[in-house]
């Protein structure tokens, strides 16, 4: 008996492929149980029968005549048919697929890719769930709850991860959500060693705490046993999610992310002390001391504020201005001690965070927004990681820019007590930076470029080396002072001993040999 198969047209009746004819069908006997087809050539009459679509018999014969490449070339957009109910594979990968099985002779014969791809999206059409129009009328399917490797992820599994976790990063993206929800809400798991794991996601209808309370009380109803009671919540600075984290998690430490507190201050600026900020480097420099408080230990960040505001200089409107500036800075973040600030001191302080590895900010978690695709895919990825964890993986590693940054903070931070208040908040300083808001590529909290000019003047009684200079001509001169300014600038950013000696040796080298590169080795970065 010859072979045969059914395959659907494209309103999704059964078609009849029978000894390299396709056959629609015509009618069907429901008391026989006979169904009756005929030829898919127009003026053809081809026929045939089959009994309970079984055995199907050539009824009558064919006048059309179809060559070998035309009979392949129909088998070859069936197959892409079935391809496309049978597989969720990009239309463009089934085409290739196709193309590969095949001979150029048969694929010459095929629409081009484009309507090709067209066919293929029309068979799944069908196939896929409209849009609802209210979150009540939500129905996902069974294949819709289970992720890539075929397991469900429509429960709570992760509960015994997130458990192990001291530290978690709450998040929120916006850009991934349908139209029916606000936001993506996820909790990263953090590790002291630098894993971030992303291990819970909820869609949000809106930014309220009642929406962040529920989920995070379906998490601790839900855990299966498993304690979840973080110590420490990294976290926007968000009212809502402030209060939901504490209602249901009252002994845990909630700190905000110092990323967003310095593009918190850069948005308060007026545009015209944003555009003293890029040009004055006093001004530059007292913004800057404003974004290195959290650094200072939170009792002495009120005094630290006060000398920021006194040793400031200027006068006429940029002093209104900065003087409005200054007072949204202390009743949101400084307070006094009669008139606490909206955000405690604790909350948005990374003093401690600094000496014990944890992040400073939630640019890993918002790094891991951006980099959002498919859930299922990315939930696959975060098991294999935290497998590869186990193991004894190194997780990614940072850029040689971002260590030097956390290891001069680290040095600058765990020598606070030896170090005089202001010199400290003018260290922090160098090491600050607007972030995203800075022209070019500024990732992260980074000081990508430290001006190293006039520092010996402001910090002269903190040189470290004083060498002894011959006697030299002007030029050389101008390149000692330089030399100077730039150990000063060694210390203030933090740099160890054995960092200031090699630098020491390499400027005195530059120095001997009055190049044009010395001279711009001294004004330019510091890295």
């Not at 960040?301 to 409005?324: I, N, P, S, Y």
């Not at 951006?370 to 975060?382: D, H, P, S, T």
């Amino acid at each position: 008996m010859s072979n045969y198969s059914y395959e659907l047209t494209q309103r999704k009746q059964k078609k009849l492929n029978f000894e390299g004819k396709l056959y629609t069908l015509n009618k069907v006997n429901k008391t026989t149980e006979v169904e009756y087809w005929r030829c898919g050539e127009r003026q053809c009459g081809g026929r045939a029968t089959t009994a309970n679509y079984c055995n199907p018999i050539t009824t009558k014969p064919h006048s059309c005549i179809l060559s070998a490449i035309e009979l392949k070339t129909k088998e070859v957009t069936a197959q892409l048919k079935r391809c496309a109910l049978e597989s969720s594979v990009a239309p463009s990968s089934i085409i290739a697929q196709a193309k590969s099985q095949f001979p150029s002779d048969v694929m010459q014969g095929l629409p081009t890719d484009d309507t090709l791809e067209r066919t293929i999206r029309k068979q799944r059409q069908p196939l896929c769930m409209k849009n609802p129009k209210t979150r009540a009328k939500i129905n996902l399917t069974e294949g819709q709850t289970k992720d890539a490797s075929g397991q469900y992820m429509f429960l709570f599994k992760d509960s015994m991860e997130l458990s192990l976790y001291d530290v978690w990063a709450i998040d929120g993206t916006f850009d991934v959500v349908p139209q029916l929800y606000t936001q993506l809400m996820t909790i990263h798991g953090i590790t002291r060693d630098g894993f971030v794991f992303p291990l819970v996601y909820a869609l949000l209808p809106d930014k309220t705490a009642a929406s962040y309370t529920y989920v995070l009380d379906q998490l601790i109803n839900n855990s299966l046993g498993w304690v979840l009671r973080p110590e420490m919540v990294l976290m926007d600075f968000e009212h809502a999610e402030i209060k939901a984290v504490h209602d249901n998690f009252p002994d845990a430490i909630m700190q905000g992310c110092h990323f967003h507190y310095t593009q918190a201050l850069f948005r308060h600026l007026t545009p015209k002390l944003k555009k003293l900020y890029e040009q004055d480097l006093t001004m530059a420099l007292t913004i800057k001391k404003v974004f290195g408080l959290p650094f200072v230990q939170p009792d002495d960040v009120r005094m630290a504020f006060r000398e920021v505001k006194a040793e400031c200089t200027f006068k006429g409107e940029t002093k209104l201005e900065l003087d409005d500036f200054f007072a949204y800075v202390q009743k949101t973040y400084t307070g006094t001690v009669y008139d606490p600030p909206m955000f405690p001191i604790l909350f948005c302080n990374v003093h401690q965070r600094v000496l014990d590895n944890i992040p400073r900010t939630n640019n890993a978690v918002e790094a891991w927004n951006r980099r959002f695709g498919i859930l299922a895919e990315k939930k696959r990825n975060v098991e294999v990681r935290l497998k590869q964890r186990l193991a004894g993986a190194s997780p990614n590693a940072k850029r040689a820019q971002q260590k030097r940054l956390d290891q001069r903070l680290y040095n600058l931070v765990s020598n606070y007590s030896n170090t005089e208040l202001n010199d400290f908040v003018v260290g922090i300083a160098y090491n600050m930076s607007t972030g995203k808001l800075r022209k070019g590529r500024a990732e992260l909290n980074d000081s990508a470029n430290v001006d190293v000019s006039d520092l010996a003047t402001q910090s002269s009684e903190i040189v470290i080396h004083n060498p002894e200079i011959p006697s030299c001509s002007t030029k050389q001169a101008h390149f000692a002072k330089a030399y100077s300014s730039a150990l000063v600038t060694n210390k203030l950013l933090g740099l160890e001993d054995p960092e200031i000696n090699e630098r020491r040796q390499f400027l005195q080298i530059l120095f001997q040999k009055e190049t044009k590169f010395c001279k711009k080795y001294f004004y330019g970065s510091i890295e």
